[in-house]
């Protein structure tokens, strides 16, 4: 495994390079929906901003209200299912992580997403006591983001070891895994006096490379096993079977009247 060099502005080369796909921001609409205007309005003074996006409600709100927000969503505006809770990572652009929590209203079948902005550090309150799914989604955020929960009954990792080093969907966390990842199952089976008799995990076969002509299917860019591809290939038209009970070929099938 290659020596792991810090990546700590990893996510900044992101925002200002082109090397990355930038997906078009969803449209925003206004709140006309008369189910989401009375949601609104039972948030009141909670709400900092609140559209419409995909057909739901997203409403944004203070890091420090969390907790009673979603008990008014729950209690007041029947949002009983919290189908999803995680975060974003945006440490390196804003200092701050964007935390999310899904909620739908099964008898009105309508959805709200309540987000917030966690600077940090800080730590969220457990919305536990309200939605009980809540207990394993804030231990998986504890565990990949390291966003800690107040009032969480049980917090602790849910994913990693326990004695694991750092938190891997923090964009800064090596795709591969750190130093830390490349010994853990060597120290922990063997012992690190082993470390030289073994040597470090090889993380590097999972990584999937567009010019591998050995290990991965080419449907439709076929070349002879071990080519070199590196200056390209030629798209092959690919060529169904006319053996089999549908003929792909063709553009349309005959009408049951004419088989007969």
């Not at 609409?29 to 409600?57: C, M, P, R, S, W």
Request: glycine content about 4%.
């Amino acid at each position: 495994m290659r020596k792991y060099v810090p990546k700590d502005n990893v996510q900044k080369k992101a925002y200002y390079t082109d090397r990355f796909h930038v997906v078009p921001r969803v449209p925003r609409e206004e709140v006309i929906d008369t189910h989401f205007e009375a949601v609104v309005f039972n948030l009141g003074e909670y709400v900092k901003d609140a559209y419409i996006e995909i057909g739901q409600l997203v409403v944004h709100i203070e890091a420090t209200k969390n907790f009673s927000v979603l008990k008014l969503l729950k209690e007041q505006c029947g949002y009983l299912q919290c189908s999803e809770q995680s975060a974003v990572d945006y440490l390196a652009k804003d200092g701050e992580f964007e935390l999310f929590w899904q909620l739908l209203n099964v008898n009105e079948a309508k959805r709200v997403r309540v987000v917030c902005r966690l600077a940090n550090g800080a730590a969220i309150e457990s919305i536990e006591p309200l939605f009980k799914s809540a207990n394993f989604a804030e231990r998986e955020m504890f565990d990949m983001f390291g966003i800690k929960v107040n009032n969480h009954p049980f917090l602790k990792r849910i994913l990693m070891p326990d004695d694991w080093e750092g938190h891997p969907l923090l964009k800064t966390y090596p795709l591969f895994g750190d130093e830390f990842a490349s010994w853990y199952e060597v120290d922990k089976i063997f012992g690190k006096e082993y470390r030289d008799i073994i040597g470090p995990e090889n993380r590097d076969p999972a990584k999937v490379d567009r010019h591998d002509t050995k290990r991965f299917s080419r449907v439709g860019y076929e070349v002879p096993f071990g080519a070199d591809i590196s200056e390209g290939e030629t798209e092959r038209k690919i060529e169904y079977s006319e053996t089999v009970l549908v003929n792909y070929n063709k553009k349309a099938s005959k009408t049951l009247d004419e088989r007969r």
